[in-house]
């Protein structure tokens, strides 16, 4: 374990000097990554960052435009090509299983941002580990127009891992895959462990203001061409009220309904039918006690069991609470985070599944991130310990 440890540190340590570039949407803004981005840093959101993603990404700063002198036209393109690359290497050892370095777990190029006032865009080519290949991971092209305080978006998307939360998400709590403050997602996200990190297709409709926001999506657990379908149902309701200097989210999301597609071209055979009723509630504050930068998250999700769901087939209902606590030591620098989750998986035995985690992450730029976790599982007869190791930068 030692060996592995050191090797990674080593190779992290090599790859953060060389990194020193903005994100795309860094470079759009003309501003740093944490105008966006919270206290825990990257993906966290700040008020600010909800407001550019509800934009669509079409917020400009100081980066130059392209527009027609025929305002007929509406023409209105940034000067320059948003792009960003990001990677990720991670290094796994626990009690009972083999060592795995992945390099990488994740790599991707992503191209995102305005494409004229009202459209915007979110496009990720990426690498899957498990397959060995590139290929669209994500695709968002948010359309979006606002009223005084209020902001309409209509979002066609589709993934390969982030649920139909894709359409549109601002907190977090891991309410959607990529927003999460530790990688163990699992573990510090109740939504993550009933299983709505799947692929999606769909098209989804948001309303959001500073105070609140809901969504709504038709889709379907997929990610490619489809045939003969039937949509399932997505909605999410949220609450960003500011108390004091606390930035504070609560909301819920429910899934619903019976997702119908055709699984081959030949029409020959029954429309695949995959079930999706489960339910989450959320809530996350972000603040400071005596000037030392505090949050805390709690998660609690449950999937109905069904033979025919994507979430759970078991025997009885799968459900999990989690908690995480996470300092600042150094406001978007370094911080140590502790969580728990009380969870059931839903089998007729061992159905109880907690887990303890301890934390700790460290910013050597602001879009270079290493972080290291232990998890104690303390439920199961082996691998109750895993220790793992990440560095993520995007530039």
Same mark, same amino acid.
Request: hydrophobic share 40%; proline share 4%.
């Given at each position: 374990?030692?060996?592995?440890?050191?090797?990674?540190?080593?190779?992290?340590?090599?790859?953060?000097?060389?990194?020193?570039?903005?994100?795309?949407?860094?470079?759009?803004?003309?501003?740093?990554?944490?105008?966006?981005?919270?206290?825990?840093?990257?993906?966290?959101?700040?008020?600010?960052?909800?407001?550019?993603?509800?934009?669509?990404?079409?917020?400009?700063?100081?980066?130059?435009?392209?527009?027609?002198?025929?305002?007929?036209?509406?023409?209105?393109?940034?000067?320059?090509?948003?792009?960003?690359?990001?990677?990720?290497?991670?290094?796994?050892?626990?009690?009972?299983?083999?060592?795995?370095?992945?390099?990488?777990?994740?790599?991707?190029?992503?191209?995102?941002?305005?494409?004229?006032?009202?459209?915007?865009?979110?496009?990720?080519?990426?690498?899957?580990?498990?397959?060995?290949?590139?290929?669209?991971?994500?695709? !968002?092209?948010?359309?979006?127009?606002?009223?005084?305080?209020?902001?309409?978006?209509?979002?066609?998307?589709?993934?390969?891992?982030?649920?139909?939360? %894709?359409?549109?998400?601002?907190?977090?709590?891991?309410?959607?895959?990529?927003?999460?403050?530790?990688?163990?997602? !699992?573990?510090?996200?109740?939504?993550?462990?009933?299983?709505?990190?799947?692929?999606?297709?769909?098209?989804?409709?948001?309303?959001?203001?500073?105070?609140?926001?809901?969504?709504?999506?038709?889709?379907?657990?997929?990610?490619?061409?489809?045939?003969?379908?039937?949509?399932?149902?997505?909605?999410?309701?949220?609450?960003?009220?500011?108390?004091?200097?606390?930035?504070?989210?609560?909301?819920?999301?429910?899934?619903?309904?019976?997702?119908?597609?055709?699984?081959?071209?030949?029409?020959?055979?029954?429309?695949?039918?995959?079930?999706?009723?489960?339910? %989450?509630?959320?809530?996350?504050?972000?603040?400071?006690?005596?000037?030392?930068?505090?949050?805390?998250?709690?998660?609690?999700?449950? %999937?109905?069991?069904?033979?025919?769901?994507?979430?759970?087939?078991?025997?009885?209902?799968?459900?999990?609470?989690?908690?995480?606590?996470?300092?600042?030591?150094?406001?978007?620098?370094?911080?140590?985070?502790?969580?728990?989750?009380?969870?059931?998986?839903?089998?007729?035995?061992?159905?109880?599944?907690?887990?303890?985690?301890?934390?700790? !992450?460290?910013?050597?730029?602001?879009?270079?991130?290493?972080?290291?976790?232990?998890?104690?599982?303390?439920?199961?007869?082996?691998?109750?310990?895993?220790?793992?190791?990440?560095?993520?930068?995007?530039?």
């Amino acid at each position: 374990m030692l060996r592995l440890y050191i090797s990674v540190i080593t190779v992290l340590m090599s790859l953060a000097s060389s990194v020193y570039a903005m994100p795309s949407f860094a470079r759009q803004m003309g501003v740093s990554c944490n105008t966006c981005h919270s206290q825990n840093a990257y993906p966290s959101l700040n008020a600010f960052g909800r407001q550019f993603k509800a934009s669509g990404y079409t917020m400009l700063g100081k980066q130059g435009m392209i527009e027609s002198s025929d305002k007929k036209n509406f023409l209105s393109l940034p000067e320059t090509l948003n792009a960003s690359f990001v990677v990720k290497i991670r290094g796994k050892d626990g009690d009972g299983s083999a060592r795995k370095l992945e390099f990488p777990d994740e790599a991707a190029v992503v191209i995102g941002g305005r494409i004229s006032e009202h459209v915007g865009s979110f496009i990720e080519v990426g690498y899957d580990s498990a397959d060995d290949k590139f290929g669209l991971a994500n695709f !968002k092209l948010p359309i979006t127009y606002t009223l005084e305080n209020y902001t309409l978006g209509f979002v066609p998307y589709r993934t390969d891992g982030f649920g139909p939360s %894709a359409s549109f998400e601002v907190l977090n709590t891991g309410a959607v895959r990529n927003a999460r403050v530790l990688e163990e997602r !699992k573990v510090i996200s109740a939504q993550q462990y009933i299983g709505t990190a799947s692929e999606a297709e769909g098209l989804g409709l948001y309303l959001y203001t500073d105070m609140w926001n809901i969504v709504y999506s038709a889709w379907v657990p997929t990610n490619g061409t489809i045939n003969d379908y039937a949509p399932a149902n997505y909605a999410r309701v949220v609450l960003t009220p500011r108390l004091g200097e606390w930035d504070i989210g609560f909301g819920g999301q429910a899934w619903w309904g019976t997702a119908k597609r055709d699984h081959d071209d030949s029409g020959l055979t029954p429309r695949l039918e995959e079930k999706t009723d489960a339910f %989450a509630l959320d809530f996350q504050a972000m603040g400071s006690i005596n000037e030392l930068p505090l949050s805390f998250f709690v998660t609690y999700a449950s %999937a109905e069991n069904d033979p025919l769901s994507i979430y759970n087939k078991g025997v009885n209902t799968k459900s999990a609470i989690t908690f995480l606590s996470e300092v600042a030591i150094s406001p978007s620098v370094f911080m140590l985070s502790a969580g728990y989750r009380d969870a059931n998986n839903g089998k007729a035995s061992d159905a109880s599944d907690d887990a303890g985690i301890i934390g700790i !992450k460290y910013f050597f730029m602001e879009n270079v991130e290493f972080q290291l976790d232990y998890t104690h599982y303390l439920d199961q007869s082996v691998n109750n310990n895993q220790v793992l190791f990440m560095l993520y930068s995007a530039f």
